[in-house]
T-cell receptor, first 114, second 113 residues
Framework: KAGVTQTPRYLIKTRGQQVTLSCSPI?????VSWYQQTPGQGLQFLFE???????NKGNFPGRFSGRQFSNSRSEMNVSTLELGDSALYLC?????????????FGPGTRLTVT | AQSVAQPEDQVNVAEGNPLTVKCTYS??????LFWYVQYPNRGLQFLLK??????LVKGSYGFEAEFNKSQTSFHLKKPSALVSDSALYFC???????????FGSGTKLNVKP
């Protein structure tokens, strides 16, 4: 099975712009979660989508949003970019049920805001 | 609230020696615990999990972890470290019935030849 894929892998944006990141989960996985990883804050949970609905949400401002499509692919959008949004954004998918629970991560999108 | 603590920013060990990476947790209800490893410029790779059952769980690449309920710990161990084990290790806890994970701050493992 193919793993979790994320596009693009690298992105450079300017303050004030917006950005959209994409994630394709492992086939059959309906849950997709997004995380922000920075050296100072570590891994922070952004939100989780399941069956096109946001099921869980972390403590991020409304500039961070996401959605999930019927094929479970997910996108994350950040509007009005700030320098502090520079980070590695990780997507993870998981299979609900059968006591699996673990999440499988993509390689991440490295976002640099200048 | 759920939380995970990894008290060591860095662990240094010689190749061939046993290694331990520490993790303590705080959860309400039964803990679902996980270990992940991250190599440079890569995403996180799942190593092992504790959901229920035996306190000693075995995972990928020869790693194992011991769940200790009384000490609220879930330490990662390996009997004989390899240089290739050098990476960043994260402990995580899943919040109850919600698919929401809390990660520790990470421990950098350095295995020297």
């Amino acid at each position: 099975k193919a793993g979790v894929t994320q596009t693009p892998r690298y992105l450079i944006k300017t303050r004030g712009q917006q950005v959209t990141l994409s994630c394709s989960p492992i086939s059959g996985h309906r849950s997709v979660s997004w995380y922000q990883q920075t050296p100072g804050q570590g891994l922070q949970f952004l939100f989780e989508y399941f069956s096109e609905t946001q099921r869980n949400k972390g403590n991020f401002p409304g500039r961070f949003s996401g959605r999930q499509f019927s094929n479970s692919r997910s996108e994350m959008n950040v509007s009005t970019l700030e320098l502090g949004d520079s980070a590695l954004y990780l997507c993870a998918s998981s299979h609900e049920g059968r006591s699996s629970y673990e999440q499988y991560f993509g390689p991440g999108t490295r976002l640099t805001v200048t | 609230a759920q939380s995970v603590a990894q008290p060591e920013d860095q662990v240094n060990v010689a190749e061939g020696n046993p290694l331990t990476v520490k993790c303590t947790y705080s959860v309400s209800g039964n803990p679902y615990l996980f270990w992940y490893v991250q190599y440079p410029n890569r995403g996180l790779q799942f190593l092992l999990k504790y959901i229920t059952g035996d306190n000693l769980v075995k995972g990928s690449y020869g790693f194992e972890a011991e769940f200790n309920k009384s000490q609220t710990s879930f330490h990662l161990k390996k009997p004989s470290a390899l240089v290739s084990d050098s990476a960043l290790y994260f402990c995580a806890v899943r919040e109850g019935n919600f698919n929401k994970f809390y990660f520790g701050s990470g421990t950098k493992l350095n295995v020297k030849p």
